[in-house]
C-alpha cells in the first residue's frame, strides 16, 4: 500500500488536513501515572492505558511473576526506576525546530536527514525494445530502485510531517512528559513514537525542562559533547583534554554557526550528528555571554563503548576484552572498531589481486564501516546480517547520493550484483576480523546457545531474573505454516493473478527451537543492560542531592550539564555494584537445571566460559567506558 501522486504532492507541499497525523500515543503534558499494577500506568485516558501494558510482549510466565512481585509491600527496583525515568519533564528546543523546520523546507543534504523532494525517475532509452534482455533488466533495476527511494521519500515525509506538527503543539506547554514501558528483556522504550530514541534531527529537540546553573565543570562537559557529537578527525576517540582542546580550538567556528547556522550550513552539516552538534554550538555560545550560573537542560550523553562486548567481557573477566572497550583504565580511549578496521584491511591487502578487494582498497575501509558489524555480532548476527547490514548503510547510501546528484558516481559500479559481491566478501573479512580480534562473545554466545538447546528440547521456554529483579523471558512458541493459494481475476482490468497466503498456526506448548537458540545471545545481554540503566537509575536516586532528570537511550546516559559529573560516576559505580561477586552465567545454568525436574546427563550440561582475571572494580577508575 502507498501513497497517490497526489497525496505524496499534498504532503509534500503541507496542503492537507493535518488532524489524520495524529499517532494513537503522544507525550503528556501532565506527569504520567506511576506504574502500579501491569495494566495500570502511563496516560490518564483509560481507552489509551488500556492499550498500554507494563511489558510488551510478555510471555504468560512473565505477566504471573510480575504480578506475583507487584502484591508484595515493597514495589521492585525496576518499576521504582521506571516510574522515575518518565517522570523526567522535557520542553521542546525551539531553535532546533526551526532549523529542521528550513532544513526539510529546502530539501537539504544533512547526512541522513530526510528528503522532500522525489528523486526524478528513470528515463528509458529510445532503443529500449531493441536492446539484449541483460541490459533491459540493468534499466528495469535502475527504475525500480528509483521507485523504492521515492516511496522510502514519501514515507519521510508523512513521518516528518506528523513530528512537526507534534513538535510544534508541544511547544505551546512549558513541559511534557514520555511515558515509558519495558519490553520483555526489560529494556525501556518510551511509549509515543515522538521520542529521543529516534534520528539526529529529533533526538536534537528534547531539552531538560527543570534546567540548572551550569558551573565551570558543567561546561568543560559541554565542550567534551561538543566534540563527540562533531566528531571532526574522530576526535570523540581523543582524551577528554583532547576534545576539550578541540573545542577551545574551533570556538571562532562554533560561534559563528551559532551566530548563523543558516549562512554557515557547511560547518556543521559535516558533523557526526549535525543537529546535536547545532544545539550543542548554541548552547556554548550562549555560555559566552551568561557565564557560570546560566541555566542549562541541554542533555549531555555518556555512551557505552560497545554495550555488548562489554557485557560479555565482564561476564567472562576477559582482560583483553575489557581492554578493548575500555573498561581498564587508560589515558586515552580505546577503539574496538578501529582495531577491527585494521585486521580487516590486513586480511583485505593480502587478497590484493582480486578485483572486489582492489574496490574496497580504493574505497577505504574504516571504523564507520565495520561498526555495526561489529555492534551486531555479540547479538548472534552472522554473515548474511553482517552482508545486509553493508547493503544498507553503505550501499544503498551511496547508490542514493548518486540519484540525488550528491555523488559523481558509485564507487562499486551501479550494478547491483557488484554491490552485493562486495557487501559479501567485506562481511567476511569482518567475520574474520571480529572473531580473531574478540574472544569472550563468542564462547559466551555458545554457552547461552548451548543451555537455550538443552531447555527446548525439554520444551521449555528460557526466563531468567535480571539483577534488579526484572523477569525476563523469550517466548518463541512453535508454529505451523500452511501456505495457500489463492487465485483472483480482476474483470475490469482482464487479469487474473495467482497469490499465496501463508497460514501461521501457533502452538503454545511447544517450543521454537531454532529461534530460541538464535535468540538468547541477545536477549540475555539486553537484559544485562537494561539492568545496568536501571541500577544507574537507583544509584543516583540515592545521591545527595539526588538526580532526577535524565534521557536514557539503552547504553546511553545523559543528564543536564551541572549533573553530568555526578552521573558519570554513578554509570560506573552501578555497573560494579551489578557485577561484582556475581557470577551470572553460573547463575543462569543453576536456574535452568533446576525448572528441568530430573538431572540431565553430564555430556548434555554445556561448560562454563572460561573466567579470567579482571577486577570489577578497576571499573570505577576506567575514564572512557561510558564517554
Known amino acids: 500500500i502507498v501513497l497517490t501522486a497526489e497525496a505524496s504532492q499534498q504532503i509534500a507541499e503541507g496542503e492537507y488536513d493535518a488532524s489524520w497525523l495524529e499517532p494513537i500515543f503522544t507525550p503528556m503534558i501532565v506527569p504520567p501515572r506511576p506504574w502500579t499494577t501491569f495494566y495500570t500506568g502511563a496516560y490518564e485516558d483509560p481507552a489509551l492505558a488500556e492499550q498500554c501494558e507494563l511489558v510488551r510482549a510478555a510471555s504468560p510466565w512473565q505477566r504471573k511473576e510480575i504480578s506475583r512481585q507487584l502484591r508484595r509491600r515493597k514495589q521492585p527496583p525496576y518499576i521504582r526506576a521506571l516510574n522515575r525515568i518518565q517522570a523526567t519533564p522535557f520542553k521542546i528546543n525551539e531553535p532546533i525546530l526551526d532549523a529542521v523546520v528550513w532544513a526539510f523546507s529546502n530539501n537539504l543534504s544533512i547526512g541522513k536527514f530526510p528528503k522532500k523532494k522525489h528523486i526524478e525517475p528513470v528515463e528509458f532509452p529510445e532503443d529500449y525494445d531493441s536492446l539484449p534482455d541483460f541490459k533491459k533488466k540493468e534499466w528495469r533495476v535502475k527504475a525500480r530502485n528509483i521507485l523504492n527511494l521515492n516511496r522510502q521519500i514519501d514515507g519521510d515525509r508523512a513521518v516528518m510531517a506528523q513530528d ?250 551501479d550494478e547491483f550484483k557488484t554491490q552485493a559481491q562486495a557487501a559479501e566478501y567485506l562481511a567476511k573479512q569482518n567475520w574474520s576480523a571480529i572473531n580473531e580480534v574478540i574472544s569472550s562473545a563468542k564462547e559466551g554466545m555458545a554457552f547461552l546457545q548451548e543451555l537455550s538447546h538443552l531447555m527446548s528440547y525439554a520444551n521449555e521456554h528460557m526466563h531468567w531474573h535480571t539483577p534488579v529483579q526484572f523477569p525476563a523471558a523469550q517466548f518463541y512458541p512453535k508454529r505451523d505454516v500452511k501456505k495457500v493459494k489463492v487465485y483472483l481475476h480482476d474483470r475490469t482490468a482482464n487479469v487474473r493473478k495467482r497469490t499465496q497466503i501463508s497460514l501461521k498456526d501457533v502452538k503454545l506448548n511447544t517450543v521454537d527451537v531454532r529461534k530460541s537458540k538464535t535468540a538468547i545471545a541477545p536477549n540475555f545481554i539486553h537484559s544485562l543492560d537494561s539492568a545496568h540503566l536501571i541500577q544507574t537509575v537507583l544509584c543516583m536516586l540515592k545521591k545527595r542531592p539526588a538526580i532526577k532528570d535524565f534521557m536514557l537511550i539503552h547504553d546511553s546516559f545523559a543528564t543536564t550539564p551541572a549533573q553530568t559529573e555526578k552521573l558519570y560516576h554513578g554509570i560506573r559505580e552501578a555497573f560494579v555494584e551489578m557485577y561484582n561477586d556475581r557470577n551470572y552465567y553460573s547463575e543462569l545454568l543453576e536456574t535452568c537445571i533446576n525448572r528441568l525436574g530430573y538431572v540431565p546427563e553430564a555430556e548434555d550440561v554445556p561448560d562454563l566460559p572460561q573466567r579470567g582475571t579482571m577486577d570489577v572494580t578497576v571499573i570505577l577508575s576506567s575514564k572512557y567506558c561510558f564517554s
Open 164 to 413: 512537526l506538527k507534534t513538535a510544534k503543539d508541544l511547544v505551546g506547554y512549558e513541559e511534557f512528559y514520555l511515558p515509558c514501558n519495558f519490553d520483555f528483556r526489560g529494556r525501556v522504550y518510551p511509549i509515543p513514537p515522538f521520542s529521543p530514541h529516534r534520528d539526529d534531527h529529533i533526538k536534537a529537540m528534547f531539552y531538560l525542562a527543570n534546567v540548572r546553573p551550569i558551573t565551570r565543570k558543567g561546561f568543560d562537559w559541554l565542550k567534551i559533547h561538543l566534540a563527540n557529537v562533531g566528531d571532526f578527525g574522530k576526535v570523540s576517540k581523543q582524551s577528554f583534554d583532547g576534545r576539550m582542546k578541540w573545542t577551545d580550538d574551533n570556538h571562532d567556528m562554533i560561534m559563528s554557526i551559532a551566530a548563523d547556522y543558516q549562512g554557515n550550513l557547511e560547518l556543521w552539516a559535516a558533523a557526526d550528528k549535525p543537529f546535536q552538534f547545532l544545539a550543542a554550538c548554541l548552547e556554548y555560545a550562549r555560555y559566552q555571554t551568561e557565564g557560570d550560573g546560566m541555566l542549562s537542560g541541554l542533555p549531555l550523553g555518556l555512551d557505552g563503548t560497545n554495550s555488548g562486548i562489554q557485557h560479555f567481557s565482564t561476564l567472562a573477566r576477559n582482560m583483553s576484552d575489557a581492554y578493548l572497550v575500555n573498561l581498564i583504565p587508560q589515558s586515552v580511549p580505546n577503539d574496538i572498531y578501529q582495531a577491527v578496521a585494521d585486521k580487516c584491511i590486513e586480511f583485505v591487502k593480502a587478497d590484493v589481486d582480486n578485483p572486489i578487494a582492489k574496490l574496497w582498497l580504493d574505497y577505504g575501509i574504516d571504523r564507520k564501516i565495520v561498526k555495526r558489524n561489529v555492534m551486531t555480532y555479540g547479538y548472534s548476527s552472522r554473515l548474511f546480517g553482517f552482508k545486509n547490514q553493508i547493503m544498507d548503510d553503505l550501499m544503498r547510501q551511496l547508490d542514493r547520493q548518486v540519484k540525488n546528484g550528491d555523488l559523481e558516481s558509485h564507487p562499486f559500479t
